[in-house]
């Protein structure tokens, strides 16, 4: 019993260590100034597991404190059923959006230029 305890506790410690030297690591390599971040998520066909990959995208712009960062899922030929699923996931979190991919580089332009009078 002693044994397993020692492996747990090694095992959290370890984590712990890791987890410190990239904190660290980000402290020292970030950039002085904040940058705009694109996340695109392009999409073909059917996709079960999207909003999980929108909420995780999501979920990374809340960590890290990147600046201004944009979630997009990109369109290249969704389903309805997998268009829904991103509709209904991108309006329950800020910074995510569906674009189609024929709009793909006006958006970028529009990013662009909001992130250029945002700094």
Known sequence: MYE???????VLITMGLIEMIRLLTLFFVKPKEK???ILAIP????RENLEYQIRSAASHIKKADHGVVSVVV???GMDLETQEISSR?????KGTQTVKLE???????DFA???RFTN
């Open 4 to 10: 397993v305890i020692q492996v747990v506790g090694i």
């Open 35 to 37: 940058q705009g971040w």
């Open 43 to 46: 999409v073909k066909g059917h």
């Open 74 to 76: 990109v369109d290249c």
């Open 89 to 93: 996931t991108c309006e329950r979190f």
């Open 103 to 109: 709009g793909l580089n006006q958006w970028v332009k």
């Open 113 to 115: 230029t909001f992130y």
